[in-house]
Every structure is written in C-alpha cells, then in structure tokens.
C-alpha cells in the first residue's frame, strides 16, 4: 500500500508494519477533541514555531492513523515502534497537517512555478498565507 502524498497521506511504520495515515475531517474532529484547548491553526503554529510537544505529535499520529482506517488508540502506541523513532514521528506528524492544508499547485509536491518547494514537506519551512480569511501552509 503506498501513501499518496496528493491525497494527503502518509506512511507511518508501526513494529515494522507499513500504515497509511491520513487526517479526514473526521481524524482532524478527533485531533481537535485530544488537544482539548486550542485550535488546529495554533497546533499548526507550534510546529511552524519547532514548539510542539510530544503530546501534539502523538494526537497527529493518532488522528491520522485513525484517518487511514487503523482501529488502534493513543495507548496503543505506547509499546509500539514507530519506525525511525520519535524524530520520524515529529516528521510525519508535520507532514501530516502541511498535506491536510496544502492545495494543489501551491506547494503540492511535483508542481512547479511560484509557491511549489519540490523540498519536501517540511513544514518548519512552510508558511501560512491568509486568504479569504482561510489559513493554508505553502512552501517558501
């Protein structure tokens, strides 16, 4: 199963099995419930900031994991591997809400022209740009 980064997913390895994370508006009202205070554009400027905590990315990976179908929960990740560790994880994590928040032809990977990084999906090196009063990532 591979992970379509223009439908928003992420390959997330648990105990060496390979899941598809993806955060649908159902994962992303899951996500807003586990933060408990807050909202997801101050979750998005904490990793923009590199101020996020273990708790933020945990409620992701969760979140997104649960946006691909897997039926696990938060506790469940407490024994589990993740592969590549809880640096994977913090990067999964962000590429999971730049993928949620990126639109087609700006910053998507692949495209070309004004806005598109063709980087990665880093969102330590993305920016939010207001319009229409809506908040989207783009890679600077």
């Known amino acids: 199963m591979m992970a379509n980064p223009y439908a928003g997913e992420v390959a997330i390895w648990l105990d060496g099995q390979r899941h598809v994370a993806k955060l649908t508006l159902g994962a992303l009202a899951e996500l807003e419930a586990a933060l408990e205070a807050g909202s997801l554009m101050e979750l998005v400027e904490r990793f923009e900031a590199r101020r996020f905590t273990t708790r933020d990315v945990l409620a992701l990976i969760v979140a997104g994991l649960r946006g691909g179908g897997w039926q696990g929960s938060a506790d469940d990740l407490r024994t589990v591997e993740i592969g590549g560790g809880p640096v994977e ?40 740009i207001s319009s229409g009063g809506l908040a989207r990532l783009n890679c600077a």
């Open 89 to 128: 994880a913090a990067r999964a994590a962000a590429e999971l809400l730049a993928r949620a928040f990126a639109l087609p032809g700006e910053g998507w990977p692949g495209s070309t022209g004004p806005g598109s990084c063709g980087r990665g999906w880093g969102i330590w090196r993305c920016r939010r």
